[in-house]
Every structure is written in C-alpha cells, then in structure tokens.
C-alpha cells in the first residue's frame, strides 16, 4: 500500500510540474501550445472558408467546448487521471507477477525503423479506437458517457474534445495491453498524438474537405457529419465510427454518405432536453433518473447497407 501512496504523490507531484513547465516554455515537443496553434489555425480556415455560411463565429457551445478542449487533454489529468492510470499499471502488473509474468512485451519493435514504429503504433491505435467506440454506441451504460459528446448541435473544431472524462478511462485501458505487449512506450505516442489531433480538429471543423481517393483511408469532415446526424440509418446504432482512419468503416461496412449533409441536424433524439453545462453533463451518467435511448433504439434490424452500396453512395 505505501508503494500506491507513493505513486498517487510522485503522480501528482510530476504532473503539475509537467504542465507548469508546458505551459510557461514553449517548444516543438510541448503538447500545450501544439494544442493551441492547430487550434487557432483550424479556426482560421473555418473563418475564411466556412462551409456552412450561416454559422456564427462563436458557435453555439463554442466556449464550452473550449473548456472541454483543455480540460480533457490537461486539467482532468491534474485531478485525478495521471494519478489513477499510474496506480492501476503498477497494480496490473502486480497482477501478472503472481503468475510469474514480468514482462509484457511480446513482439520487439526497437529494431525497426522509427516510422515503421510509429506506423504500427498509429494503426493498431486507431483499430482499437473504432472498436471502443462502437461499444460507446451499441452499449446502453456507456452510451450515456458517449452522449455528452454527441450534444454538439453546431460542428466546430473543438467539437472534437466534448467528450466525458471516462471515455478518456476507456479508451486508455482497452489500449494498454496491446501497445505495451509491442513495447511501446509513452514517448511515442507524441507525433502521432499531433497527428490524431489535427486529423480530428478537421473532421469536426466546418470545413469542405473530403481528401479526395484519400477518404476511403482518412476519416473527413462530410463523412464525420453523418456520425453527429440527428437521424440515423433505420436499425443502426450508429455510423463512421473512424477517428482518424474511416478505412476500418469502409472495411466492416458501417460507412455511410448518403450526400454531403452540410445542413444535417445533429444530436440525438432528446438533446434538447440534455443538461446543456459542464458540470451538469459530466454528472448526468452518474444522477440521471431514468435510462434513455440509444440512437434509433431498439434496432428493427441489425446491420447497415451493404458495403457496396456505401460505395456507391460515397461523396466523390
């Protein structure tokens, strides 16, 4: 027990420190002010060409979402994350030990060249992401974190970061084991974070862009508009599921772009009703009263369109 105690201080310790120091001395390797420059710039280009015209500057939520944007990526880790993820590592490994296992790794990436490293990283990543969050939309316990996210009814770029503090639990502990069984470490995860930030600041931007043959390999904003759509296709839980990559939804057949859809309602059915504060909506799982829907929920069927009429369907 004295070894946790002295996890949950040096946790706490290092990571205040981290984020003083991200914040008071800029440089190529600070995730605070990468996080802010793609920010201001993704803004710029929604200034200067937004694809719904009408919108305002300062969106609907537009402040909101900038207190999510930070609070998720640094504030959350303050509270409570960094602490917590690094005690439960420490114990998982405890875990293994009695078995006689003290070593993760099963397959050694050192040796490989560094972009094929980060490649592997990057794709088994963004694999595991899809398949969270499918589970965020088909499970009825953690569509309720999911909808805090799915509240957005103006797309913006910091749309991207509203979302619940616990599918920042989730989606790090279904990636644990198999990134660490590769030997990857935390150092990686930098310039393919960068990347994944960028990628998703675009794809919830409003911004015209679907990367030409390119969107059948990088998830864009036309196809990320129908994931928000207010109407779902009949029987489904949901659709383009991709964060970075919509490859996986073109693969598994959960790609859908019947048209542009720039003028789309987004939501759920009942996001007028959902608590519309930041406190409120990170309470809400936990106090709620009473289950609510699914998207589209119960399905009459299961399953979409078949892949080859997504093809078809696709935006060129």
């Known amino acids: 027990m004295e070894k946790y105690i002295e996890i ?5 310790y290092g990571y205040f420190h ?22 201001l710039t993704v803004w710029l280009l929604e200034l200067v060409f937004p694809w719904r015209k009408k919108q305002p500057i300062f969106r609907k939520d537009f402040w909101l979402d900038g207190f ?11 509270i409570a994350y960094n602490a917590i993820s690094n005690v439960a590592v420490e114990a998982f490994n405890d875990f293994l030990a009695l078995f006689g296992i003290t070593n993760l790794v099963a397959i050694e990436v050192n040796s490989w060249p560094k972009w094929g490293q ?3 990283l990057f794709v088994l990543a963004d694999f595991i992401q899809w398949n969270v969050h499918r ?4 499970v009825p316990a953690l569509w309720e974190y999911h909808k805090v996210h799915h509240s957005v009814e103006q797309m913006g770029f910091a749309a991207h970061l509203r979302f619940h503090w616990m599918e920042t ?10 990134l660490a069984m590769i030997g990857f470490g935390l150092e990686d995860f930098f310039l393919v974070h960068i990347f994944t930030t960028a990628i998703g600041h675009l794809n919830h931007a409003n911004l015209r862009i679907t990367y030409g ?7 864009n904003p036309i196809m990320h508009i129908w994931h928000h759509a207010k109407k779902l296709p009949e029987g489904s839980y949901g659709v383009n599921y991709g964060l970075t990559l919509s490859i996986w939804d073109y693969l598994f057949g959960t790609a859908y772009i019947p048209h542009e859809g720039r003028d789309e309602p987004l939501g759920f059915d009942g996001v007028e009703d959902f608590p519309k504060g930041f406190w409120q909506q990170v309470t809400y799982p936990f106090i709620r009263q009473k ?15 078949s892949s080859s009429d997504l093809m078809e369907e696709t935006v060129h």
Do not use: C, T
């Open 18 to 39: 981290y984020l003083v120091n991200e914040i008071m001395y800029p440089s190529w390797k600070n995730y605070f002010w990468w996080l802010l420059g793609l920010s």
């Open 169 to 178: 639990i989730l989606y790090k502990s279904a990636q644990y084991v198999p």
């Open 8 to 12: 949950i201080g040096n946790a706490y």
């Open 118 to 120: 980060l490649l592997l």
């Open 135 to 138: 589970l965020l939309h088909r």
């Open 68 to 78: 999510y944007m930070f609070f998720n990526f640094f504030l959350f880790s303050l």
């Open 291 to 305: 289950p609510s829907q699914k998207p589209n929920d119960p399905p009459k069927k299961k399953g979409n369109v």
């Open 213 to 219: 043959p390119l969107k059948y390999v990088l998830n």
